[in-house]
Structures are given as structure tokens and as C-alpha cells.
T-cell receptor, first 115, second 117 residues
Framework: DSGVTQTPKHLITATGQRVTLRCSPR?????VYWYQQSLDQGLQFLIQ???????AKGNILERFSAQQFPDLHSELNLSSLELGDSALYFC??????????????FGPGTRLTVT | GENVEQHPSTLSVQEGDSAVIKCTYS??????FPWYKQELGKRPQLIID?????GEKKDQRIAVTLNKTAKHFSLHITETQPEDSAVYFC????????????????FGGGTRVLVKP
């Protein structure tokens, strides 16, 4: 167990719908990262937040958005869902001080199925 | 941006043999190289990492080497066991100017390792 939690574990929804994925980082970690894992695209970085502020953006679609709240949990919002959005969505967190500042620990993921 | 290539995509070894996975990266500014192990349906799990100021690092049966000049790094697993069967991902990251922020990981395509008993 990495200490990073994600809910829900599974999500099945229809095209055109909107969903929200939730992540709680490890205690004390200020950085949260979102990654998408699909069969054909592998593990792709979507977006990073640090202490409530957006820090870096990757290949994130305009239909997707995220935020990090004062209690440091983060939410990834996916809207106007398409079949191709079906994937595993992982959240990772990293510490903010010391030698561990580089390491990212992944949550169990949310499996999204769009039908 | 950074691009990470990983080879081979699949690797089958006999139990007790060694397994080697190789990765190359494109951005010479990358300075942190972790390896993750992912079992089917599970989260990627950090198994070892190396920073650019180190050429080699070992942890029991796994070791990682880094060649900054050639921009490649490798994972070595010795005395493989059936529980080593999984998908392994290499990644590269550039440490941000603000140390506290951490930084995004660019992943290789993954190597599916099968250890045959």
C-alpha cells in the first residue's frame, strides 16, 4: 500500500457524460500528479498540482480538468466522454522535502469504462 | 519534450536466469530515472531509482546502471523468480528549478517479463 488513495475503483459510464475521479495523496505530500494508462498509449502524464497550484501540464485534453483543494486532495474531471477515454487513471504523489522529493508513489487507480 | 524508448517489449527468461531491460532518453537535462513494476490490474510500484550523479545502484537482486553520455539506462534482475513476472516501466524526469515541486515522469513503453519455472 503506497498511502495514496483513489476513488472510485471502477467507473462505467456512457459517452457524453461527465465523471469526477478523486485522489488523496500520502500524508505530508504536497505534489499530486495524474496519469492515464491505456493499452495503445501506455502511461501518459496529464497534469501536476503542487500545494493547490497547477505546476505542469502534459497531454491533457481540453475536456479534462483538475484541481487540488486546501486539504491537498485532488479531483480529475472528465467531460463529454468518448469511447477512447476508457483507461486506467492513476494519481501519484511526491514529498516536498528531503531525499524523497523525486519519488512518486502511485495510487491503486480508477478504471474508467465508457460505453 | 522528453522521449523515452524501452526495449525489449517482451522478455521471457528461465527461472534463475538474469533479465536486462534497456531504456534511452532524449533530453540531456533529465536527472532522475525510476523503474516501476506493475502487476496486472495493479498500480505501478517503484522498485529502484537512480539520479544523474550516480552511475550504478543495486538493491538485492535488482540493479540499475546509467550512462549519461549515451543517454541510456538499464535494469538488471538477477536470479529471476516467478514473482518477478510483471510489466516493468522505465521513466525519466527533469528535476524542477523549484525542488519542492517534483516533476512529471515520462515513461517508456513497458517490458512484459515472464519468468518460466
Amino acid at each position: 500500500d503506497s498511502g495514496v488513495t483513489q476513488t472510485p475503483k471502477h467507473l462505467i459510464t456512457a459517452t457524453g457524460q461527465r465523471v469526477t475521479l478523486r485522489c488523496s495523496p500520502r500524508s505530508g505530500d504536497l505534489s499530486v500528479y495524474w496519469y492515464q494508462q491505456s493499452l495503445d498509449q501506455g502511461l501518459q502524464f496529464l497534469i501536476q498540482y503542487y500545494n493547490g497550484e497547477e505546476r505542469a501540464k502534459g497531454n491533457i485534453l481540453e475536456r479534462f480538468s483538475a484541481q487540488q483543494f486546501p486539504d491537498l486532495h485532488s479531483e480529475l474531471n472528465l467531460s463529454s466522454l468518448e469511447l477512447g477515454d476508457s483507461a486506467l487513471y492513476f494519481c501519484a504523489s511526491s514529498p516536498h522535502l528531503g531525499r524523497g522529493a523525486y519519488e512518486q508513489y502511485f495510487g491503486p487507480g480508477t478504471r474508467l469504462t465508457v460505453t | 519534450g522528453e522521449n523515452v524508448e524501452q526495449h525489449p517489449s517482451t522478455l521471457s527468461v528461465q527461472e534463475g536466469d538474469s533479465a536486462v531491460i534497456k531504456c534511452t532518453y532524449s533530453d540531456s537535462a533529465s536527472n532522475y530515472f525510476p523503474w516501476y513494476k506493475q502487476e496486472l490490474g495493479k498500480r505501478p510500484q517503484l522498485i529502484i531509482d537512480i539520479r544523474s550523479n550516480v552511475g550504478e545502484k543495486k538493491d538485492q537482486r535488482i540493479a540499475v546502471t546509467l550512462n549519461k553520455t549515451a543517454k541510456h539506462f538499464s535494469l538488471h534482475i538477477t536470479e529471476t523468480q516467478p514473482e518477478d513476472s510483471a510489466v516493468y516501466f522505465c521513466a525519466a524526469s527533469i528535476r524542477g528549478v523549484i525542488k519542492a515541486a517534483g516533476n512529471k515522469l515520462t515513461f517508456g513503453g513497458g517490458t512484459r517479463v515472464l519468468v518460466k519455472p
